[in-house]
């Protein structure tokens, strides 16, 4: 009696430990199906962001070419990573070969970036401080260069740009700066001069009325002042001086959207 007690004991074990480890097996064979499904996305997704890189990496190189036109090599022909280029390695995923070159790329580019980054800045800088845009609401009347006076009929050149607007347009500065000098024209009108950073100079004249003044610190956008609400077409003549020498204002007006 005691012996089949025994028996049937054992048998009750083992029988609860077969179908407990068969529910493992099951769990695992699960786990591992689960597994595969997620490798899987997890291949597809990093093929996705190298295709996507390959996209940035073209930019990042035009980018770098673009800042440094005179260094001969491109800035990822630098040694190769390629997905397979040994007999020894090629039991690996193609993945893993895709990572290690992101981020053999990644290190290399991250230099030259940091450059480029102090680069754009420097730029941004210089072109925040550097007059562009239209100074009034207007059309132009004269460009830069040799034009027939109106009134004698000869040539002159014109040093700068005349736009042409709408009584009482507000005339405003071209680039941060400090108001360096206000005077009158002989026929009455006022000219504004501010100086810029970088040896920029803008002028204004024609304005029938001045709101800043000498020595006053002024912002892109702000007004100088105004031109008469008499004149029917009233005019602005405007110029950009680098040191002494008037520039044609032309490349400059649109670096800004016109206001």
């Known amino acids: 009696l005691y012996s089949i007690i025994i028996i049937t004991s054992i048998s009750a074990i083992l029988v609860i430990y077969h179908t407990s480890t068969v529910q493992e097996v099951d769990k695992m064979i699960t786990y591992q199906k689960d597994a595969k499904i997620q490798f899987k996305k997890i291949r597809q997704e990093i093929r996705q962001i190298d295709k996507l890189y390959g996209e940035v990496r ?45 981020i053999h790329d990644m290190d290399i580019a991250n230099k030259p970036l940091e450059k480029l980054k102090v680069y754009l800045q420097k730029r941004q800088k210089l072109l925040d401080n550097t007059p562009v845009g239209y100074p009034v609401q207007g059309s132009i009347l004269n460009p830069y260069g040799f034009i027939r006076d109106a009134s004698t009929l000869k040539a002159k050149f014109n ?24 005077a009158r024209n002989i026929d009455g009108t006022w000219i504004v001069e501010i100086q810029h950073h970088f040896g920029y100079r803008s002028r204004y004249s024609g304005l029938d009325r001045v709101i800043v003044n000498e020595d006053e610190k002024i ?7 105004y031109l008469s609400n008499m004149q029917r077409e009233p005019v602005l003549h405007y110029e950009i001086i680098i040191g002494v020498q008037a520039q044609n204002p032309a490349p400059y007006l649109g670096l800004l959207e016109r206001e």
Do not use: W
């Open 58 to 102: 073209d930019k990042v190189e035009k980018l770098h070419s673009l800042t440094y036109p005179n260094q001969e090599n491109m800035l990822f022909a630098r040694g190769g990573n390629e997905a397979r280029d040994s007999e020894s390695i090629t039991d690996l995923p193609v993945e893993i070969f895709i990572l290690n070159r992101l």
């Open 159 to 182: 040093q700068g740009v005349d736009f042409v607007a709408s009584p009482g347009s507000a005339v405003k500065a071209t680039a941060p700066g400090i108001i360096q000098h206000i």
């Open 219 to 225: 912002a892109r956008g702000e007004a100088l002042g």
